[in-house]
């Protein structure tokens, strides 16, 4: 299968447009979410239900006046909001959005770049990202800033632990670390889910943390420091950070899907032989499940509070890091009874 | 003393294993949320639709005309006397010839001002007028910049001409 630039090129056009659309309606969509939950409407001014309400927000934040203080450091001020939002659209490098399609003869794979060690890059991707708030923090030197901060890199480092064992179980079940292997592998209904119920619970609240969502936006946590990390700015700056935390959730919910929930695998997949019209179906299904779990994390998000600073650490070292290691002595010991019965 | 039956004990026991995976309460709260999703939404979508006013609610006030279009008040001032607030003052003058078909009675009020920042509108003007004229209507009282603004004269406060409602009604009058 040889690969064109131009279709690399393409895909990664369509990819980083998407992202951005799917993240500026998520903005619209979390407020209706939030809306609907507590039995009101949300915006519907703008538009019709509302939709051009995120246009209106981007324009506003445009037109913003862009305060840099005095006293903030203006290189690192400024890297903090473009490391987040770099290192949340680079993410979605490897993530195979189908399987692929035939065109002009030529099979053209629906990824940007199937590397063998795709779900490793993605950690080290999203590791990077809380250099972006760090900096930010620092930057902007402030003391809630700073607070916010060093909360969000505390709260990165321990649930990268437990988010990094939950998905060595699912690389022991597969046996390879490419995305696009690990979907393939899920052919069908042969989701990951049936077998790792654990490893995904485990995955998901590690996913909530990583995003700084609610129950864990403790470093953004309005009521005790002002805004956190990004209280100093205004602006687009501020728009990149807040931009860059729903295009971490669609990323997260992406990966969730593809992981455990066979991404774009649906159940009788077989009886369909033309390959585009496969790659279609697959994008849609793939596309559902990214949707229901981008609403997930706002109804998450708007039914419980956040936790408390001890809890929060608590959760993540003595329960979730014992409970996934844990749960790969049980996938090991599983997988080596069922091989010795082959 | 109890008050309620809502009371309940707070107990500070220790939370068991599964409580602290915080799990299950988390899975009901999200059961409770998601009803919400689906249910009857409370907002009112104020310019398009409005809250119905109950029926004796007290708003904008009205010097009323009787049916030939002329004003009731009288300017006895009874009003002023009764008003809690102090918000009413009024000038009184006598009717020229000429004037009876905008005055009912000989002595009319030439000026006749509510200072709405002082009106708690408690309607007891209304209930002191022994002439049918001044009412409490159902209008809500408009926002302005400027406090002199708020202080209403007969301008505002006149029934327009031509506008027919029933004098003993407390529904604003519809043009």
Request: with cysteine; net charge positive.
């Amino acid at each position: 299968m040889e690969i064109l630039l131009i279709d690399k090129v393409f895909l990664i056009v369509i990819v980083f447009a998407v992202s951005l659309v799917i993240a500026l309606y998520s903005t619209l969509a979390e407020r209706k979410v939030s809306a609907f939950l507590q039995d009101r409407l949300g915006p519907n001014r703008a538009g019709i239900f509302g939709l051009l309400q995120p246009v209106a927000d981007g324009v506003k934040f445009f037109f913003k006046e862009d305060i840099i203080p005095n006293h903030a450091d203006k290189a690192l001020y400024i890297l903090g909001p473009s490391i987040s939002m770099i290192t949340a659209l680079m993410t979605s490098a490897v993530i195979p959005w189908g399987s692929y399609i035939e065109f002009d003869g030529r099979q053209i794979a629906l990824q940007v770049a199937d590397i063998n060690i795709g779900i490793l890059y993605v950690f080290a991707v999203v590791s990077i990202g809380v250099y972006g708030i760090m900096i930010g923090g620092w930057g902007s030197n402030n003391k809630f800033s700073l607070l916010g901060a060093l909360r969000a890199s505390s709260q990165m480092i321990s649930y990268e632990i437990a988010m990094g064992l939950s998905i060595i179980a699912v690389v022991m079940m597969t046996g390879s670390m490419s995305l696009g292997e690990i979907v393939r592998q899920q052919h069908g209904f042969n989701w990951n889910i049936f077998y790792q119920p654990i490893g995904f619970l485990i995955f998901c609240i590690c996913a909530f943390a990583e995003c700084n969502r609610t129950p864990f936006d403790l470093p953004e946590c309005e009521a005790e420091l002002v805004g956190g990390y990004h209280t100093e700015y205004s602006s687009m700056k501020l728009g990149l950070y807040l931009f860059s935390e729903y295009i971490n959730i669609f990323i997260s919910s992406a990966i969730m899907s593809a992981m455990f929930f066979g991404g774009y695998n649906f159940p009788f997949m077989d009886l369909i032989s033309s390959p585009n019209l496969l790659a279609a179906l697959g994008l849609i299904a793939f596309f559902a499940k990214i949707l229901f779990f981008i609403f997930f994390f706002m109804w998450v998000r708007w039914t419980i509070p956040r936790f408390r600073y001890d809890q929060l650490m608590t959760l993540g070292w003595k329960y979730l890091i014992p409970l996934a290691l844990a749960n790969i002595v049980v996938t090991g010991t599983v997988m080596l009874i069922s091989s010795s019965f082959k | 003393m109890q008050l309620t039956n809502r009371s309940k004990l707070v107990v500070n026991k220790e939370l068991s294993w599964s409580e602290k995976l915080y799990l299950p309460a988390i899975f009901s709260g999200m059961m409770i949320t998601i009803k919400h999703l689906f249910r009857k939404k409370a907002t009112i979508q104020y310019p398009e639709q409005k809250r119905e006013f109950s029926k004796v609610y007290r708003g904008k006030h009205i010097l009323k005309r009787d049916e030939q279009g002329r004003e009731n008040c009288t300017a006895c001032g009874l009003c002023a006397v009764s008003c809690p607030a102090e918000a009413i003052t009024m000038v009184s003058a006598e009717r020229k010839k000429g004037e009876e078909h905008l005055y009912r009675e000989e002595k009319y009020a030439s000026s006749y001002e509510i200072n709405m920042l002082r009106c708690i509108f408690c309607g007891l003007c209304e209930e002191a007028c022994p002439k049918d004229a001044i009412y409490l209507t159902e209008e809500l009282m408009p926002a302005n910049y400027d406090r002199s603004n708020f202080i209403y004269g007969k301008d505002k406060l006149v029934q327009p001409l031509g506008t027919s409602a029933h004098p003993k009604t407390y529904k604003p009058y519809k043009k």
